[in-house]
């Protein structure tokens, strides 16, 4: 009991931490899309070969995948009530998410 | 005292389980289409992640790859159609959010703050979509 109810207050930490972070990354980029409109290719290129922004777009999509993990598995059993349709929509919930974070890590630190 | 002609006349409500044909007469409050809107929003978003990974892939690999994703993706009316719902849905999920956690630190509980909040909530996350979506060329 005492483990279940503390892993749920992390739980409600981290899916809150989390948001923040995505938050602060997705004002940043909507401020730069303000003060300086649509980007070009070499504009757009550069912001994200900058190391501080690849490190800022790896840990936002860390935060996302986590959030969205967090969040879907917690919505599909409102609606899905079959166990076994349950399952299927928990194992692509969990492959989408580390696959999200291992494609972007890929993106952001080994395209060439 | 039970027979008394005020306690005749007043008509008694009957309460029953509701069925199908009752549904229509049944409207999700404000406050609870906006708790669904933030549910579908996040849900939407999750689902479209590795598509909007393969964009950025596309955007980065090149300059010849951005400019395909200028012509292809963005100058497809359906998927641009496509990108702005999802704009929006990050947007109103992040006003959502904000909302949420106001109403974590036990602020805008009532009926009245939760109605009010709401509609402001959509109202904000609308015209802040219309906003940047003038600013993308």
Known sequence: ??????????????????????????????ALLM????????????LFANVGFKLATILTIIATAYH???????VWPDY?????????????TWVAAMAVVLWAVYILFGLK | MSDTPLAK??????????????????RLPIPGI????????????????LFLLAMLQMSLKSEAGFEAFRSVVWGNPIAKLVLIGLLFALIYHLVAGIRHMIQDANIWLDLASARTSAFVMFGVSIALTALVVWRLV
């Open chain 1, 1 to 30: 009991m005492a483990s279940s109810s503390s892993k749920f207050i992390s739980e409600w930490w981290l899916q809150r931490i989390s948001a923040v972070i995505v938050a602060a990354y997705v004002f940043l980029v909507l």
């Open chain 2, 34 to 49: 906006a708790s669904i809107v933030h549910r579908v929003t996040g849900l939407a978003m999750f689902v479209c992640l």
């Open chain 1, 35 to 46: 003060m300086y409109g649509t980007p070009n290719a070499m504009q757009w290129q550069g």
């Open chain 2, 9 to 26: 006349a007043r008509a008694r409500p009957v309460y029953r389980n509701i069925g199908f044909g009752d549904l229509a007469h049944y």
């Open chain 1, 68 to 74: 969205g993990l967090v969040g879907t598995l917690h």
């Open chain 1, 80 to 92: 899905v009530k079959n166990r076994a349709v349950l399952s299927v929509l928990n194992a692509y």
